[in-house]
């Protein structure tokens, strides 16, 4: 089946690690974005990337690193320097000005 | 700068009620497109709808309907006749036409009771 996978759906992780959220589509798509979901708030771009091994950051990209080694492939990274990482993490791809969703992954920093 | 503002944080309706949920934005660009999402309990967007700023004509399609008024920058969206299933989140965003990415409101919390 065509779409976007994002893996894994619930992620928990010490205070200070880094850990990497993974995202792969198959739609053939040139870009893909994260967004983060914090209660109550709309999505918040992280970063996007429009071509393989280019990519910008979005509205709040500090603490986060991205890599695009692959069409299919953006994964994300959050880091230590992440002040606050606890919140609901979506990939998404696109073609023209419309963006297909990943199902989410609930990153729990304790 | 962009802005969509989604004033109604949560809604709750009986089944059958129609609903109307409120969207207003903010751009500078005289070009852009106007989405719908809709967030289940899974956790994933799903498309509802995208309008282009130059077409305002309102949309309908089965249960759901579009109200897209540039003057008032608005983009309402209503559901006729709720249902349970209809209970989510939905989510008002914005792009413009030279760039990719979404502007997204804070979202609305539709609660449809049986």
């Known amino acids: 089946d065509g779409g976007i996978t994002q893996s894994p759906k619930y992620l928990f992780r010490k205070e200070g690690q880094n850990v990497t959220l993974s995202c792969e589509q198959n739609?053939?798509?040139?870009?893909m974005y994260w967004y983060r979901q914090d209660p109550g708030q709309g999505l918040r771009l992280i970063y996007y990337?429009?071509?393989?091994?280019?990519?910008q950051k979005g509205d709040i990209a500090e603490g986060y690193s991205v890599s695009r080694e692959k069409k299919e492939s953006f994964p994300l990274t959050v880091t230590s320097a992440q002040k606050n990482p606890t919140a609901f993490y979506l990939c998404a791809s696109g073609v023209g000005t419309e963006a297909f969703f990943g199902q989410g992954t609930r990153l729990t920093v304790v | 700068a962009q802005k969509v503002t989604q004033a109604q944080t949560e809604i709750s309706v009986v089944e059958k009620e129609d609903v109307t949920l409120d969207c207003v934005y903010e751009t500078r660009d005289t070009t852009y497109y106007l989405f719908w999402y809709k967030q289940p309990p899974s956790g994933e967007l799903v498309f509802l709808i995208r309008?282009?700023?130059?077409?305002?004509q309102n949309e309908i399609s089965g249960r759901y309907s579009w109200n897209f008024q540039k003057s008032t920058s608005s983009f309402n969206f209503t559901i006729t006749a709720s249902q349970v299933v209809d209970s989510a989140v939905y989510f008002c965003a914005l792009s413009p036409t030279s760039a990719r990415q979404l502007t997204f409101g804070s979202g609305t919390q539709l609660t449809v009771l049986p």
């Open positions: 990337s429009q071509i393989v091994n280019d990519f």
């Open positions: 309008r282009n700023s130059f077409d305002e």
């Open positions: 739609l053939n798509h040139d870009a």
